[in-house]
């Protein structure tokens, strides 16, 4: 059988021996918004909320500030941000655009967004000022800690402004249940500290992916997002097609409940049985845009194999490993045990979490990968380069008996549960 599955901006096509029994895992198909435009219109003026509390003070604000993701993000900022810019103009019309300041958040920006412009350029921007933030280096401000020990560090130029705008889209995400909501501030804007303490909940077994109720992780982003005092969430749904099947706004924990049931109906894929071979495509840019992203395919595909199976993971990563000091962490390591106990003896920081995730699935499943990375630096990450047909057939033709070879198409976005 010959499929062609998403990788980068184009295919990768594999053939599986017939001798497989092959499923193609997808998530559910749900129809596009007729016009992101006047969709977003609408979730403006029909809020979450049934009152008009989280505008209140906006048409006194001097100074507003507006967090958006970095390209690793799929979200259609060319076409939301102009509008969104529209709206908040018309709602104060005394702000001006040099009142308002564009936030780019990411760890530490990526290749391609060095310059904020090639995220959020000139014409998109309105006028407004944009900034990258960059966890390691960007001004902070400190409002305190969790109940829950997270130092919550905001970029200052977002920190200090009077009214605090988030856009995010809402995903499934391996810990923290769904992101969206105050996610795009916390960790899009957050200090090193921040993330690292709170991606360090993790280990609780409700945090998992599809689980916001009694979730660790979600719920200390939540209370530092109160913290901060998030004015309004502006949040979007996408398709693995990239179209925008839902828009949302308003207060940003609502807004990420109402969001995520849709997401869930979307992306959720039950199954009865694991199985013994997984190929599983992050999506295609710019989920694979960098190994780090690529990582949380490998995580959602692995709940999908039965333990000691085997994972073929598509990940073109353009734009190399994308964390440098997950890098320089993992290549301590002579394998994946050695990296999950130095992790245990000295934990937190953003690269030793990253390392932690790939070596608890390298750990437990014989793990290749079809990528751009030269082999040489994918060794070092403890991990195999593979021709994809190669190592299918491989596997395949190894197995005893018939193998069960499960397809993901989208697995950065794909997730399973349990069918009764």
């Not at 092959?22 to 006047?38: G, N, Q």
């Not at 793990?367 to 021709?387: F, G, K, M, N």
């Not at 397809?407 to 069918?419: L, W």
Request: one cysteine or more; aromatic letters at 6%.
């Amino acid at each position: 059988m010959k499929l062609e599955l998403k990788y980068g901006e184009g295919f990768v096509e594999i053939q599986i021996p017939d001798t497989a029994e092959i499923h193609v895992l997808e998530p559910k198909t749900l129809a596009p918004v007729r016009s992101v435009t006047d969709s977003l219109k609408n979730a403006l003026l029909e809020p979450e909320e049934s009152n008009d509390q989280f505008y209140c003070g906006l048409e006194k604000s001097r100074t507003v500030a507006i967090a958006v993701p970095d390209e690793a993000r799929p979200l259609p900022l060319k076409v939301v941000l102009p509008q969104l810019l529209v709206w908040l103009f018309e709602k104060a019309p005394g702000l001006q655009p040099e009142q308002v300041t564009i936030v780019v958040g990411g760890v530490q920006p990526l290749q391609g967004s060095a310059v904020p412009e090639e995220v959020v350029s000139a014409e998109m921007a309105c006028g407004c000022r944009v900034v990258n933030h960059n966890a390691a280096t960007s001004p902070i401000v400190s409002y305190g800690y969790t109940n829950r020990g997270t130092p919550v560090h905001i970029n200052a130029l977002f920190a200090s402004a009077d009214y605090k705008i988030v856009v995010g889209q809402i995903d499934p995400h391996q810990f923290v249940g769904f992101t969206g909501g105050a996610k795009g501030v916390v960790i899009g804007c957050g200090g090193e500290a921040t993330r690292a303490n709170n991606h360090s909940l993790m280990f609780d077994e409700k945090a998992s992916v599809g689980v916001l109720d009694g979730n660790p992780v979600h719920e200390d982003l939540a209370e530092a997002g109160e913290m901060v005092g998030i004015d309004l969430a502006v949040n979007f749904i996408l398709s693995p097609e990239r179209e925008v099947v839902a828009v949302l706004a308003g207060e940003p924990e609502r807004t990420l409940k109402a969001g995520a049931k849709v997401c869930a109906e979307v992306y959720g894929v039950g199954i009865k049985d694991k199985f013994d071979v997984v190929i599983a495509s992050c999506g295609g840019y710019p989920r694979d845009i960098c190994l780090c992203q690529a990582q949380k395919g490998l995580n959602l595909a692995s709940r999908a194999v039965k333990e000691g199976g085997n994972i073929l993971l598509l990940a073109k990563s353009s734009q190399g490993i994308g964390d440098d000091i997950y890098f320089d962490y993992v290549s301590q390591g002579t394998t994946p045990e050695e990296i999950l106990s130095a992790f245990k003896k000295q934990g937190r920081n953003m690269g030793a979490h990253t390392a932690y995730v790939f070596g608890r699935t390298l750990n437990q499943f014989d793990v290749a990968i079809t990528s751009e990375l030269d082999p040489a630096i994918l060794q070092r990450c403890h991990l195999r380069a593979a021709d994809p047909s190669g190592v299918i057939r491989e596997w395949v033709n190894g197995f005893a008996g018939v193998p069960r070879v499960g397809v993901i198409r989208d697995a950065n976005t794909t997730y399973f549960y349990d069918m009764e």
